[in-house]
């Protein structure tokens, strides 16, 4: 990584707290600890071969044109909050009003606001099984609603810096968790997005 990269990176990364809905949300107790205790496991888990395979399968989208999947290497172990949570995402920079697209088919299930995330996208996969979390958006796309079919590649939204990414750093926050049997948008365990990108 070049020292230009590295302070981008720094400067994306650092302040950006873990946007997802793990932290944000949950009208209950924290998904990731009951997941945790039920399947008898640690937070820090790596996910099973058959999970990443299965996204490598689906040949995922890079959801920001040229970005550069090398660079998002290491950025889901990052800790926040001084160690006290991981990143559990990876960060794409790009300037303000990039495109944002869909990484797979599916559906939009949830479009929510929150503190950390600011403007956010949860995409369902077509069988449910992952969800794809997009956040900090500038704004989504015209039109975007919830339960709307989308296909690869569909402009979803714009990148920004809504919720606590810095004003100077627009940057797309992308998360990947398996969902739960429930199949609640909130809820899930997650899972490298840079496994997922790498073939
Ligand atoms: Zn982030």
């Known amino acids: 990584m070049s020292a230009l990269q590295q302070i981008i990176r720094r400067a994306v990364v650092a302040p950006c707290l873990a946007a997802g809905a793990f932290v944000a949300t949950p009208p209950q107790a924290p998904a990731r600890l009951q997941i945790a205790s039920a399947a008898g496991a640690s937070r820090t ?20 044109d040229g970005a550069h999947v090398n660079a998002m ?16 995402a990876v960060d794409i920079p ?28 949860y995409q369902f996969d077509p ?22 079919a989308i296909r690869k590649g569909d402009v979803i939204g714009y990148v920004g810096t809504t919720g606590n990414a810095p004003n100077d750093a627009p940057h ?24 997922a990108f790498t073939r």
């Open 94 to 121: 790009a300037p303000r009003n990039t495109p944002i697209h869909a990484v797979e088919n599916g559906t939009i299930e949830k479009l929510f606001l929150s503190r950390p995330g600011g403007i956010t996208i």
């Open 45 to 64: 888990d790596v996910p099973s071969v058959s999970t990443i395979g299965e996204l490598r399968r689906r040949d995922l989208r890079v959801p920001v």
């Open 127 to 148: 069988e449910r099984r992952f969800a794809y979390y997009y956040a900090h958006l500038e704004r989504y796309a015209a039109g975007l609603q919830e339960h709307q």
């Open 172 to 195: 797309l926050h992308f998360a990947i968790f398996e969902l739960t049997p429930e199949k609640q948008w909130w809820k899930g365990s997650p899972v490298d997005p840079w496994l």
């Open 73 to 88: 290497r290491g950025q889901f172990g990052d800790t926040r909050e001084g160690g006290a949570r991981g990143h559990e």
